[in-house]
């Protein structure tokens, strides 16, 4: 198969072609001002990542937005690989879900993809009204051309677990997706999966108790998630809730890659763990714990045990690997899940993180460290914050990671990467046996940036990656 069909530039219907797609020469990724002090609107940067450019790990355009304080975060496509064999779809529109202000917009890509402009902006008051939510989060695009976002809340910042749908040609707030009497109390990241007809969300926390920051006391009182909720993709019902625990906090949930595959893995946050979700025999969903990371004992942090917080986890598109970062130990992780039920650590590596030594946080009781790792210093920076968001080049080789989580979030854990900024690292990967280490030519720092220290977040291939194509 070619690496490309004609509609637009999407990936055949198997994950092979995309594996052998193009190497990444630009990214783009949401840079975020709220919460550093620096009163400027957050902007989509496009950063070269082509080792051959003489811009080669420079931000080569800009797109600041019209408004302040939006708090962009995740971003996704109008078409994917879902529309494949749709001659009328191009993936040409990046769509950026605001966090904060309950903005959608819609970002130009296909005109000049180093050079992205506004195609147009759906307001705060459009969600709403047309589908009483506020805090939109995941997009996907859907094999109909519509748009698919999940929310987090309503208008006032109460947590609901709802999706709107934007039309794929005008942008325009259809409502919501949702239908029947259940709504899940939270939202947060979904996949969905039509062979097996069923969509699955996971849940964070209420908009207005995550957006100043943590609060453990906010855990015991129900304000974050513990539950994958299991959606009938063709009724649009909320049919099943697995229930993974207090204090869970389920965040990134992916699918496998391969459509047939009835599984798939839920990264939790405070519990440290990895959940493999399945399809029974009696075909119904459950869940099971194949992976976990254990907390460190510690004196001088917010609490005497300290999570890794895993926040971001992908899988490599031959579903060979499972990748996901602990903002707060600062490392990342690779695991070969050939044996989806038995995942086997195969890389690591260290890159920040609360537990460095010389910072104000010992560790008193580790039981998987000798010592507290040193601290991460590339090209003569000491890197601030934690791996967070990653994203993985088509091949598998290579492996990006930026350091900001949430800016609120960021203020709280991590004060000095506010105020330096967020970096872009690059991790080589080993694909035959396993095995990370840093390239220690690249980096983004985006404490350099002209209007000041920015906090750089999630990280999109203009071809479609490994986070955002659902093949069906």
Same mark, same amino acid.
């Given at each position: 198969t070619t690496a490309f069909c004609k509609s637009g530039g999407f990936y055949a219907l198997n994950t092979i072609s995309a594996l052998k797609g193009p190497r990444e020469e630009i990214v783009y990724l949401p840079c975020i001002y709220r919460n550093t002090g620096i009163e400027k609107p957050d902007y989509?940067?496009?950063v070269d990542v082509d080792p051959k450019s003489p811009h080669y790990c420079?931000? /080569?355009?800009?797109l600041p937005m019209p408004n302040l304080k939006d708090e962009l975060h995740h971003s996704g496509w109008n078409a994917c690989s879902s529309c494949f064999g749709d001659a009328t779809k191009r993936r040409n529109r990046l769509i950026l879900p605001c966090?904060?202000?309950?903005r959608v917009y819609v970002v130009d890509v296909g005109t000049d993809s180093r050079a992205p402009r506004i195609h147009k902006v759906v307001e705060s008051a459009e969600l709403f009204q047309k589908g009483n939510v506020g805090s939109p989060h995941t997009s996907h695009?859907?094999?109909s051309g519509d748009i698919l976002i999940s929310c987090l809340g309503d208008p006032s910042g109460n947590g609901k677990g709802s999706f709107i749908l934007l039309d794929g040609e005008t942008f325009e707030v259809k409502g919501n997706w949702e239908k029947g009497e259940k709504v899940p109390a939270l939202g947060y990241d979904f996949w969905y999966q039509p062979r097996h007809n069923v969509l699955m969300s996971t849940e964070w926390a209420s908009p207005k108790v995550a957006e100043s920051g943590f609060n453990p006391a906010d855990v015991e009182k129900g304000h974050y998630g513990r539950h994958i909720n299991v959606w009938d993709w063709s009724t649009h019902t909320c049919i099943q809730s697995i229930d993974l625990g207090k204090g869970s906090i389920p965040l990134e949930i992916r699918f496998l890659h391969n459509p047939d595959a009835a599984e798939g893995f839920v990264g939790c946050a405070l519990s440290g763990a990895v959940h493999r979700f399945y399809k029974t025999e009696k075909g119904v969903w459950a869940a099971e714990k194949v992976i976990e990371v254990p907390s460190k004992k510690v004196r001088g942090w917010l609490l005497p045990d300290m999570p890794g917080l895993i926040t971001d986890v992908l899988i490599s598109l031959d579903d060979r690997f499972l990748y996901f970062s602990n903002w707060l130990h600062g490392d990342i992780r690779q695991y070969? /899940?050939?044996?989806?039920?038995?995942?086997?650590l195969v890389g690591q590596v260290f890159l920040g993180g609360s537990v460095a030594k010389g910072g104000p946080v010992?560790?008193?009781e580790d039981q998987e460290l000798q010592c507290q790792p040193e601290p991460?210093? /590339?090209k003569g920076k000491r890197v601030q914050g934690g791996p967070q968001m990653i994203q993985l080049s088509l091949d598998g080789k290579r492996l990006y990671v930026t350091t900001s989580l949430y800016s609120a979030w960021d203020k709280q854990f991590y004060p000095d990467l506010v105020k330096e900024g967020?970096?872009?690292?690059?991790i080589d990967v080993d694909t035959e046996r396993g095995g990370l280490k840093v390239n220690k030519n690249f980096l983004v720092d985006f404490g350099k940036e002209p209007d000041g220290p920015v906090l750089a977040h999630e990280i999109r291939y203009p071809g479609g990656d490994s986070t955002s194509d659902i093949w069906l």
């Amino acid at each position: 198969t070619t690496a490309f069909c004609k509609s637009g530039g999407f990936y055949a219907l198997n994950t092979i072609s995309a594996l052998k797609g193009p190497r990444e020469e630009i990214v783009y990724l949401p840079c975020i001002y709220r919460n550093t002090g620096i009163e400027k609107p957050d902007y989509l940067a496009t950063v070269d990542v082509d080792p051959k450019s003489p811009h080669y790990c420079q931000v /080569i355009h800009r797109l600041p937005m019209p408004n302040l304080k939006d708090e962009l975060h995740h971003s996704g496509w109008n078409a994917c690989s879902s529309c494949f064999g749709d001659a009328t779809k191009r993936r040409n529109r990046l769509i950026l879900p605001c966090l904060v202000s309950s903005r959608v917009y819609v970002v130009d890509v296909g005109t000049d993809s180093r050079a992205p402009r506004i195609h147009k902006v759906v307001e705060s008051a459009e969600l709403f009204q047309k589908g009483n939510v506020g805090s939109p989060h995941t997009s996907h695009c859907l094999g109909s051309g519509d748009i698919l976002i999940s929310c987090l809340g309503d208008p006032s910042g109460n947590g609901k677990g709802s999706f709107i749908l934007l039309d794929g040609e005008t942008f325009e707030v259809k409502g919501n997706w949702e239908k029947g009497e259940k709504v899940p109390a939270l939202g947060y990241d979904f996949w969905y999966q039509p062979r097996h007809n069923v969509l699955m969300s996971t849940e964070w926390a209420s908009p207005k108790v995550a957006e100043s920051g943590f609060n453990p006391a906010d855990v015991e009182k129900g304000h974050y998630g513990r539950h994958i909720n299991v959606w009938d993709w063709s009724t649009h019902t909320c049919i099943q809730s697995i229930d993974l625990g207090k204090g869970s906090i389920p965040l990134e949930i992916r699918f496998l890659h391969n459509p047939d595959a009835a599984e798939g893995f839920v990264g939790c946050a405070l519990s440290g763990a990895v959940h493999r979700f399945y399809k029974t025999e009696k075909g119904v969903w459950a869940a099971e714990k194949v992976i976990e990371v254990p907390s460190k004992k510690v004196r001088g942090w917010l609490l005497p045990d300290m999570p890794g917080l895993i926040t971001d986890v992908l899988i490599s598109l031959d579903d060979r690997f499972l990748y996901f970062s602990n903002w707060l130990h600062g490392d990342i992780r690779q695991y070969d /899940i050939s044996n989806t039920r038995e995942p086997k650590l195969v890389g690591q590596v260290f890159l920040g993180g609360s537990v460095a030594k010389g910072g104000p946080v010992t560790v008193v009781e580790d039981q998987e460290l000798q010592c507290q790792p040193e601290p991460f210093v /590339i090209k003569g920076k000491r890197v601030q914050g934690g791996p967070q968001m990653i994203q993985l080049s088509l091949d598998g080789k290579r492996l990006y990671v930026t350091t900001s989580l949430y800016s609120a979030w960021d203020k709280q854990f991590y004060p000095d990467l506010v105020k330096e900024g967020s970096v872009m690292l690059q991790i080589d990967v080993d694909t035959e046996r396993g095995g990370l280490k840093v390239n220690k030519n690249f980096l983004v720092d985006f404490g350099k940036e002209p209007d000041g220290p920015v906090l750089a977040h999630e990280i999109r291939y203009p071809g479609g990656d490994s986070t955002s194509d659902i093949w069906l």
